[in-house]
Each structure stands twice: as C-alpha cells, then as structure tokens.
C-alpha cells in the first residue's frame, strides 16, 4: 500500500492488515472446497456439471484424448486427490504438501485443454487461475488460521 494512502486514510493500513488472516483463510477455505466439488463426483459417480460420470468422463479424456496408460487408476488418484487434497488445503491442513501438488495438477490441465483458453470454449483459463491460486497457497501455507498452524506446522 502507497504510503500517500495511509497519509489520507491511516486506518486503511491498520484494517488491511487486521483482516489479513481472514482474507486469507477464505481464500485458501474457497480454493479447496472448490477442488472437492471435482473430486467427490468423480468418486460418488454422481453427475458434475453437465458430465453424467465425470469419472467415466476423466477415464475417457485420459485414455482417448491424452493417451495416457493405466488410465482407470490414474483417474481415482485424481479424484482422491481433488477430493481429500482440496480438503485438506481448506482445513489448512499439510497445506504445503497438497497445494503444490494441486498447482501441478493444474498445469497438467492446462496443457491438456490447451490452445485454447476461454474456458466457455474448454479452455485452460479456468485452471489457470485455479494454478495460481495454489502456488500462492504453497508459498504463504496454511496461515494464522489453520490446522498447520494448531498441529505446529506453521509459525
């Protein structure tokens, strides 16, 4: 913040600062509840979005589209990772171990859906930020408001 703000509004340094850790912690809570809402479908078989089966929906991307072998399994640990990673990260919970790992899922994605980015024509946008947003959470960690913090894991 300028310090010609806090010339004007000298309260505004002080309250950015008091709401922080709040800011902060929705941040890290919205980011993984997001990512759950991808894994718990996949592993329920319920719907997602406009997807039936999004596990037969990430079966099918991984083994026609990408390519790749065993498939099957590399689609469940996906979605135990989204699932209990994304849990995990809003809890503020190992946060330094799921988030990054998040951040790479991302890129994946991204390279996955690429050239193209909007994401209302299945492009990489979404992921993108989502990316971001979890390298930013591996950098800061679980924060003053979290289980990391309680369990000692954080200063």
């Not at 929906?57 to 209990?84: C, D, R, Y």
């Not at 050239?115 to 800061?140: K, N, Q």
């Amino acid at each position: 913040m300028s310090s010609e703000n806090t010339l004007i509004f000298p309260g505004l340094a002080r309250f950015y600062e008091s709401v922080r850790p709040l800011t902060y912690t929705l941040l890290r809570a919205t980011f993984g509840l997001t990512i759950v809402t991808h894994g718990l479908p996949k592993l329920t078989g319920s719907a997602h979005g406009s997807m039936a089966d999004s596990m037969a929906g990430s079966i099918n991307l991984m083994t026609n589209v990408l390519h790749l072998p065993f498939a099957p399994q590399l689609a469940m640990f996906v979605a135990l990772h989204e699932t209990f990673g994304g849990l995990a990260v809003a809890l503020g919970f190992a946060t330094r171990i799921f988030a990054p790992m998040l951040a790479i899922q991302m890129a994946f994605i991204c390279i996955a859906l690429g050239p193209t980015y909007p994401w209302i024509d299945r492009g990489f946008e979404y992921p993108l930020i989502l990316g971001f947003v979890a390298l930013l959470i591996s950098i800061d960690g679980g924060g003053t408001w979290s289980a990391d913090r309680l369990i000692g894991r954080e200063i």
